[in-house]
């Protein structure tokens, strides 16, 4: 990455964090609700747009009220909802990008290639011109989340140059992951987008509005970047799924501070008030300049630290189920009476006498 580069994109911007809920595991729905907001905030002014965590469709909050049986045939329906990347759902956010010339990122549950019944908890990242810029599957999933989800992998953990400045994703408790969160900074990162949830199940005495903030003024105050905060509400539709008949249950989903939305600057302040619980859309200056002279204080990827004493290894390498190699002809071949360069699987022609 060219500073100089960096230097000269350094225009201010309108960036807009979505607090909004999906259209609950109805997939087209929600793409079209996506797009609508899309072209709102590009409206407005808005360069970068960021959803919530797993917009499309929507978030398994059965796995903190139910049981894993009852839970089930609720994740074979997510399951059927997700969408395939590439596909034509993701085909359909990214003409809006494109349409509307703004960078979006978005939170999506992907259904793995490989298996019938792998969810990833994935987040798009969309450049202006409608590419597919990144597909980040969250590391770990938290707590009753691994009832629905499989772990990423580090190679998506990435920083991404885009016309808004080098741009980082994290989903949701992500973002507690100091060493994720490192591994972007060291990467140049400057823009960062958390996204997250509505979590009213969390322990009753956990505040998630406060959470949120607190994480995202961190990340920003640490790095000395903007961070954009975009995350979900509850509607009756997930009320009804999550809490069955139980009053006590359709009451705890209705708790308030359970979602926060904003902009935070690299002083770790909101550039504007941040968005509570409510639905709607919050949109913030982001001025890349102001990056800059805070470093000199406290650069943590720069002379505020010590590589000789510490150092991460970050993994790049993509997991996969299976390895497939050559077969390994040379060493197999004599018990089967072959000649070395023949193949063992391969019946042989007798020779010509």
Same mark, same amino acid.
């Given at each position: ?20 809920? =999906? ?28 959803f919530p965590e797993v917009f499309v469709p929507g978030y398994p909050y059965w796995n903190w009220t139910l049981n894993p ?5 609720? !994740?074979?329906? +997510? ?116 996204? !997250? ?34 995350? *979900? ?12 008949? *139980? ?8 708790? =308030?501070? *359970? ?28 001025? +890349?300049?102001k990056c800059i002279q805070p470093k000199q204080m406290h650069d943590i990827i720069g002379h505020y630290n010590r590589f ?13 189920? +299976?390895?497939?190699?050559? !077969? ?22 007798p020779e010509s006498r």
């Amino acid at each position: 990455m060219s500073m100089q580069r960096v230097l000269e994109d350094l225009t201010p911007f309108t960036a807009a964090a979505v607090q909004a809920a =999906p259209v609950y595991l109805d997939t087209s729905a929600t793409v079209d609700k996506a797009v609508a907001l899309i072209h709102e905030a590009a409206g407005k002014g808005a360069r970068l747009i960021a959803f919530p965590e797993v917009f499309v469709p929507g978030y398994p909050y059965w796995n903190w009220t139910l049981n894993p049986v009852q839970g089930s045939p609720w !994740y074979e329906q +997510l399951y059927r909802s997700a969408i395939d990347v590439p596909g034509p759902h993701v085909d359909t956010l990214r003409a809006a990008a494109a349409a509307t010339q703004t960078t979006v990122v978005i939170g999506v549950n992907e259904r793995g290639a490989h298996s019938l019944g792998v969810l990833y908890n994935t987040v798009l990242t969309i450049g202006p011109d409608g590419s597919l810029l990144g597909v980040h599957r969250k590391l770990v999933p938290t707590w009753a989340e691994k009832l629905t989800w499989t772990g990423g992998d580090g190679s998506s953990v990435r920083v991404h140059q885009t016309p808004v400045g080098p741009l980082g994703v994290l989903a949701c408790g992500e973002n507690t992951n100091t060493l994720a969160r490192f591994a972007l900074l060291a990467q140049g990162e400057l823009v960062h987008v958390a996204n !997250y949830i509505s979590l009213p199940v969390a322990p009753a005495d956990y505040d998630m509005s406060q959470a949120i903030a607190i994480r995202t003024a961190a990340h920003s105050f640490e790095g000395k970047i903007f961070s954009i905060v975009s995350c *979900s509400t509850i509607t009756d539709e997930m009320i009804e799924v999550a809490a069955g008949d *139980s009053a006590e249950i359709a009451k705890m989903m209705r708790r =308030p501070r *359970s979602a926060l939305s904003g902009i935070f600057g690299p002083d770790g302040q909101p550039v504007t008030e941040p968005l509570v619980d409510e639905e709607g859309i919050v949109y913030g200056q982001v001025d +890349l300049a102001k990056c800059i002279q805070p470093k000199q204080m406290h650069d943590i990827i720069g002379h505020y630290n010590r590589f000789d004493v510490f150092r991460l290894h970050h993994n790049t390498t993509p997991l996969r189920p +299976l390895t497939q190699e050559p !077969y390994p002809v040379a060493e197999s071949a004599a018990p089967f009476g072959l000649e070395t360069g023949g193949d063992p699987r391969v019946p042989q022609e007798p020779e010509s006498r």
